[in-house]
């Protein structure tokens, strides 16, 4: 039931009374816009568990607004949830002394700090893929900048101890098991030690300045910038420190893994030949216009948009009209720190009346560029990072 009341925000009075299966009144259209405070036009993939996308045009704000943010969730949301009792331990083989911080422990105790980072799932653009990869079938939309407030992971793993031999951080949370088997993790991933001891890994209790939605892991949330958003943990209560690789749910076989070497579409590969992302690929999105904008002849547009690069900045914004044949540049703004998205824009008159896609392709720091065409196939359908592209009617 308490799930229930997470959701409604309130207590329910009498609450340990109702019918198993009975739904309050307050949730009876179960709204996932309503309910979730999402924008109308996202787009409900799945709804147990929940995942829900963003659609490009909803993506133009600089810092992505709560509405807009798409939703991943493998297990269902946790249920008692108490911030007041919401506490942090950090274990694992290479923690020098375990400790149990409270939030109002971590509050008091630790610097706080504030980022724009960029979350993008490993799967953003699954769809494309061809042959088709299982999963959610998500297109452009997985991708979110918002502001994140909290303590930083580093700090909090400094004061419990590392060991020398430390490798690895996983991260364990409390939403509940599809099965509802409650010795099963839904999702426990983590990153090696160097990224975790990155400045900008932190441990967030606020989002874009509030209190973190209930969905996107209230009250404490791992958020790892530049990498799978597979890694941010949502509702993390425990963070162990690994002697070897994190072997938790979803860290094996060919989950969040990709083909060590590129492999043909439809190939088999065996697990050990499979390794794990890490820093996501190049890629950008334009947000405005909106794809089937219609303009007049001599009509100048300006397009806008965000480029990212997982660990890296983004060096180079072009955009084409003519199906990649020429390119030219866009202005891009510098991230607001390390692993915000950056903001780009361009003004483009087009030769004459007819119709145009207008692409977009952004470059990393160390040169890579994203790919026109859908790139290397993999089981699972990870890391497309296709250049986006817009329809345009020239009148
Ligand atoms: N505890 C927990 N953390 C989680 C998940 C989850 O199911 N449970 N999903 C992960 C995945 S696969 C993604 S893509 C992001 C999605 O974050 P969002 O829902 O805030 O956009 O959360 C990650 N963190
Ligand atoms: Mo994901």
Request: glycine share 8%; aromatic share 8%.
């Amino acid at each position: 039931m308490s799930v229930f009341a997470t959701l409604i925000g309130s207590k329910i009075i009498f609450g340990a009374n109702l019918l198993e299966g009975y739904m309050p009144l307050a949730l009876e259209d179960s709204d996932p816009f309503k309910i979730f405070n999402k924008h109308e036009d996202m787009i409900v993939l799945n709804d147990k568990p929940w995942n829900i996308e963003a659609k490009a045009h909803l993506l133009d704000d600089k810092i992505t607004p709560n509405s807009a943010m798409f939703v991943r969730n493998n297990g269902l949301l946790p249920e008692d949830l108490d911030a007041k009792k919401w506490t942090l331990t950090i274990d694992g083989e290479s923690v020098i002394d375990k400790t149990t911080y409270t939030l109002a422990d971590l509050q008091s105790k630790f610097k706080l700090h504030t980022y724009q980072l960029t979350i993008e799932c490993g799967g953003n653009g699954r769809s494309e893929f061809n042959p088709p990869a299982k999963g959610n079938q998500w297109t452009i939309g997985a991708v979110h900048c918002a502001t994140w407030t909290g303590v930083r992971l580093k700090d909090v793993l400094e004061d419990a101890g590392i060991k020398s031999d430390a490798v690895y951080i996983g991260f364990h949370a409390t939403d509940i098991h599809l099965t509802g088997n409650s010795n099963k993790e839904t999702i426990s991933r983590g990153c090696p030690m160097s990224k975790a001891l990155q400045d900008e890994t932190i441990l967030a209790f606020k989002m874009n300045g509030e209190a973190i939605p209930l969905v996107h892991g209230y009250p404490l949330r791992l958020v790892v910038g530049g990498w799978p958003a597979s890694v941010s943990g949502k509702w993390v209560n425990r963070i162990s420190v690994r002697n070897r690789i994190h072997d938790g749910a979803k860290m094996e076989g060919a989950s969040y893994r990709i083909p060590c070497e590129p492999i043909a579409p439809g190939e088999k590969v065996k697990d050990e030949n499979m390794c794990i992302i890490e820093s996501m690929p190049v890629k950008s999105l334009i947000t405005y216009p909106k794809s089937g904008a219609m303009i007049k002849k001599g009509q100048a547009l300006t397009i806008r948009g965000h480029a990212w690069a997982g660990d890296l900045e983004v060096n180079k914004m072009e955009y084409s009209i003519d199906f990649g044949s020429t390119w030219t540049s866009c202005a891009i703004e510098k991230p607001a720190n390390r692993l915000a998205w950056q903001h780009f824009k361009a003004t483009i008159n087009f030769p004459e009346k007819g119709y145009y896609e207008v692409w977009a392709k952004a470059t990393d720091a160390l040169g890579a560029a994203q790919p026109m065409i859908v790139p290397g196939w993999n089981p699972k359908g990870y890391l497309n990072n296709a250049c986006h592209r817009i329809a345009v009617k020239v009148n």
